[in-house]
């Protein structure tokens, strides 16, 4: 009769922790699948797994493709410090091991092995891991996670093994994930880096020509200003001269250091037509040194737009380039034009950029926005990377816009870049509000 009445109990118990795993599984798949940053990730995986387990530690080694090293990750637990400085790489033993076995390794099994290579014992004890748990998607070690010892000693039974391999598979597909998507977005940032650099040599022929004027009239007032001390009038006018010239060169410095320093976009409310001049003075002198005249026709009812002014400065002088090398050395027309568009879904503003260039073929039309796809190989002046368009597509989808590209051969191209004044996603300050508003009830 006791052994009955147990019965219902151990059954009620079993299943519990079948509802507790079931409840721990869907939690991390849904978790797994939904976090894209790196550290918050490694995070959640270690802190599950550390309490599926109910182990003191828990340490977690990465590969990093450009160290060819596994390297510890966010940890916590006990012998923290000690494992600080380990890292293996993808030729050592232990990794090797673990890519070869595809399950858990248990220390306290591995030493009653004899067979076992005695470097991979002395691996796991520096860890101070009792268990250690691989990572594989797509038959790669993606890396591994130790965990320290339990405070009841007790042993690893069939289940929990079945149930650690399930998570840590599903782990391991989503830090391979996590891992590509880090190293797309650092691969784009370098891109940008590289396409900003690219321009800064045009950038800095233009500002050699707008601090000409302001260092002549600096200049002027340092040499006649010893003779001249007791000409207060002289002295306050020139004074108020110099001032503003310094400031204009500042804000020059402020401009080009903006430029050339990669952010993630900062979204201001921005007048679209200031930006457009401030890109034409940086490309005037090239543009005189290739006979190229520059139309300009700045809309003055356009509004103003939430964009990232630097991002769309990049977007712009790489156009305005591509333009001139277009044209060649035989001169020609480059025309610049903004406009107010009222669609059915808000009000957007429209830069047109055409050249009398000689054109893109259909062929390559389509694919003139496709990464390291150039025609511009046999320009001695700027050999294309084919990165320069790509990044100037990705940074107006990130603002929410398009492109349009209108050409012919031996007549020229022009691209209509479309931007709303309110992007999606991205909070409208209120003086921006206030703006639209007195702006419509004025139309």
């Known amino acids: 009769m006791a052994r009955?009445?147990?019965?219902?109990?151990?059954?009620?118990v079993l299943t519990k922790e079948k509802h507790d795993a079931y409840e721990t599984l869907i939690n991390f798949n849904?978790?797994?699948?939904s976090i894209l940053d790196l550290p918050i990730l490694t995070q959640v995986i270690l802190d599950t797994l550390k309490k599926v387990l109910h182990s003191r530690s828990a340490s977690l080694f990465l590969f990093d493709n450009e160290k060819d090293a596994y390297m510890l990750s966010p940890a916590n637990g006990t012998a923290l410090e000690a494992i600080q400085r380990i890292r293996f790489s993808a030729s050592d033993e232990l990794p090797h091991y673990l890519r070869c076995l595809r399950t858990l390794l248990i220390t306290a099994d591995l030493k009653r092995a004899p067979e076992i290579n005695p470097s991979i014992l002395l691996a796991l004890d520096t860890m101070a891991s009792e268990v250690c748990l691989p990572l594989?998607?797509?038959d790669r070690l993606i890396g591994f996670i130790n965990f320290g010892d339990r405070p009841d000693a007790q042993a690893y039974d069939q289940h929990e093994r079945q149930f650690l391999a399930a998570l840590a598979q599903t782990a391991a597909v989503a830090l391979d994930n996590v891992l590509l998507y880090t190293n797309l977005k650092r691969s784009q940032i370098l891109m940008r880096r590289t396409d900003r650099l690219r321009s800064l040599e045009t950038i800095a022929g233009g500002f050699a020509h707008e601090i000409r004027n302001p260092l002549t009239s600096i200049k002027t007032f340092v040499q006649l200003a010893p003779g001249r001390r007791g000409d207060a009038e002289f002295i306050d006018r020139f004074s108020e001269v110099v001032i503003e010239d310094v400031y204009r060169i500042e804000r020059l410095i402020h401009e080009i250091l903006d430029y050339a320093r990669y952010r993630e976009p900062k979204f201001a409310k921005e007048d679209l037509n200031d930006i457009v001049s401030s890109c034409l003075y940086f490309i005037e002198v090239k543009a005189q040194s290739k006979f190229i005249t520059i139309?300009?026709?700045l809309a003055p009812d356009l509004p103003s737009a939430m964009l990232d002014r630097q991002q769309i400065k990049q977007v712009l002088l790489n156009l305005l380039l591509n333009a001139m090398d277009a044209m060649n050395d035989g001169g020609g027309q480059l025309s610049v034009r903004t406009r107010r568009l009222n669609k059915a879904?808000?009000?957007w503003?429209?830069?047109?950029?055409?050249d009398t260039g000689v054109g893109i073929s259909p062929n390559n039309l389509d694919h003139i926005f496709d990464p390291f796809y150039t025609t511009k190989h046999e320009s001695i002046e700027r050999e294309g990377t084919g990165l320069g368009l790509t990044i100037v597509h990705e940074i107006i989808q990130e603002?929410?816009?398009y492109i349009e590209v209108e050409s012919t051969v031996g007549v020229g191209t022009a691209f209509y870049i479309n931007l709303r004044t309110h992007p999606l996603g991205i909070d409208v300050p209120k003086e921006a509000k206030d703006y639209e508003k007195t702006s419509?009830?004025?139309?």
């Open 4 to 12: 009955s009445a147990e019965r219902p109990l151990v059954r009620k």
């Open 30 to 33: 849904h978790a797994m699948a």
């Open 136 to 138: 594989i998607n797509k």
């Open 295 to 297: 139309e300009k026709h």
């Open 345 to 347: 879904d808000g009000t």
């Open 349 to 354: 503003v429209q830069i047109e950029i055409g």
């Open 399 to 401: 603002h929410h816009g």
């Open 440 to 443: 419509t009830a004025h139309r």
